[in-house]
């Protein structure tokens, strides 16, 4: 299956998930409803520019709705990510080192 065939299914999932309408998306995207619907419908592909609406308006980073990215990478954890990558490595180090142990004990924890 193609991204493109992806993408009506992706907005429509991530709009629900923040709970809300397709009016209220259309709205927030600056295109009709009508518009909205055929990009739901996958009868129409959104431009670069409202795809990054579209992304910005679900809190999402454009390459999930877009993209082959399996995993939806909210802006707020996008921005952290940013931030970290500014810090000194010795810094990062200690940053990494909480959820990489939050992660071993839940890989354990599903193990047992």
């Known amino acids: 299956m193609s991204n493109t065939l992806n993408i009506g299914s992706k907005i429509s999932s991530l709009r629900k998930t923040k709970d809300r309408s397709q009016s209220q998306l259309a709205k927030n995207i600056e295109v009709s409803r009508e518009i909205a ?6 009868d129409a592909v959104p431009s670069i ?8 308006a679900l809190d999402v980073s454009l ?3 877009v993209g082959n990215a399996e995993q939806k ?3 707020i954890t996008l921005g952290r990510i940013q931030e970290i990558n500014k810090l000194k490595d010795t810094d990062k180090n200690l940053v990494y080192a909480f959820p990489d ?3 071993t004990k839940s890989k354990l924890q599903n193990v047992l």
């Open 101 to 103: 142990a939050f992660i």
């Open 63 to 65: 390459d999930y709705p």
């Open 49 to 56: 520019d409202v795809a990054k609406r579209i992304a910005d």
């Open 73 to 75: 990478i909210y802006k």
């Open 37 to 42: 619907g055929r990009y739901k419908r996958n």
